[in-house]
Structures are given as C-alpha cells and as structure tokens.
C-alpha cells in the first residue's frame, strides 16, 4: 500500500504505471467525432461565427479607412487588412459546412434505404440475448440476400446488353 498513490479524483494507482485504457478510449472518440459529420458541423459553427465577425470588423475599418481617405481627412499611408483574405476564410468555412451538411444527407439516405431494404435484424450467436420479436432467422436472411443477388445479376445482364446494342449501332455495317 506503501508504493500506491491516490490520483486526485481517481482510483489507486501504482507510480509508474499510467491507464492506456483511458487514453486509447478518449483517443477513438476523438476519432470518432472527426468522422461524424454532425459533430463537425457543430464544431465548424463557432469557427463561422467568428470569421463573419472578422469579415464585418474588416470590411467596417476599410470603409472607414476610404471614407477618411475620400474626404481628403488621411493619405492612404496607412496599412488596412485585406478584405479579401477574411472573406475566402469565410466562404472555406462556409464550404466545409456544405461538405459536412451533404455528408450526414447520405449517410441518413443510405442508412434509410438500408433499413428498407433489410429492416429485420438477424440475430447473432454473440448476442442471443438481443433477439427480438421481428428479427429474421439465418435461412430468410439467406433468401433475402440471394434474391438480392438475382436481381443485381439481372440489372448488370440489362446493362451489358443495352451496352452491346449501343456498340454495334455506332460501328458502320459492312458495305455491300
């Protein structure tokens, strides 16, 4: 008991000896959260806020700056920021908003088509416990997936004929 030392708000620990496991859990949720695009969004919005803030605080001394300089007040000595540099950061932001925005679309739309497509789960060996009323057996799920199969192999077979048919109408017939 003599070699554990109490960390302030944690458990006993032995000097030394430090808890990777904590580490490596903040580690993939940091990871976790760059990958979600909700998350990012939420972060990107501050960021926006206060770039717009620049672009009005700059846009509003230049004003003043040529105001003074048209009224013949100042010389234009005087150094300004550029208007145009706070307003590309803005519009990069604005962008990356977009990106995220369009990025949670198509995860929602795929996570949509796929619960249409597959809205029963099959229950795994590894959690029996979680088997629910409307969950599909093995065998149905193989049905499904083979009748997937089918009609993908039906829609590539339409394609490569529809492909054939519009490359034998470009090429010239034989002349007679």
Do not use: W
């Not at 976790?32 to 009005?56: A, C, G, T, W, Y």
């Not at 013949?72 to 977009?98: P, T």
């Not at 149905?140 to 192999?153: D, G, P």
């Amino acid at each position: 008991m003599a070699s554990q030392q109490q960390q302030p708000g944690g458990p006993m620990v032995q000097p030394g000896l430090q808890q990777p496991t904590s580490i490596q859990q903040q580690q993939q949720q940091q990871q976790q959260q760059d990958f979600d695009p909700v998350h990012r969004f939420k972060m990107l919005i501050p960021q926006l806020k206060e770039s717009l803030q620049n672009v009005m605080k700059i846009a509003s001394l230049n004003l003043a700056h040529n105001t003074t300089i048209d009224n013949g007040i100042k010389s234009s000595d005087a150094a300004v920021q550029r208007f145009d540099k706070s307003l590309e950061e803005f519009y990069g932001l604005c962008d990356q908003l977009e990106l995220c925005l369009r990025l949670a679309y198509e995860c929602l739309s795929q996570s949509i088509d796929s619960a249409k497509h597959s809205p029963n789960l099959v229950p795994t060996a590894t959690k029996p416990d979680t088997v629910q009323t409307e969950s599909m057996s093995y065998a149905q799920y193989l049905s499904m997936i083979k009748s997937q199969i089918s009609c993908a192999k039906d829609i590539h077979n339409a394609l490569l004929e529809c492909s054939k048919k519009i490359a034998g109408k470009g090429q010239p017939q034989g002349i007679m």
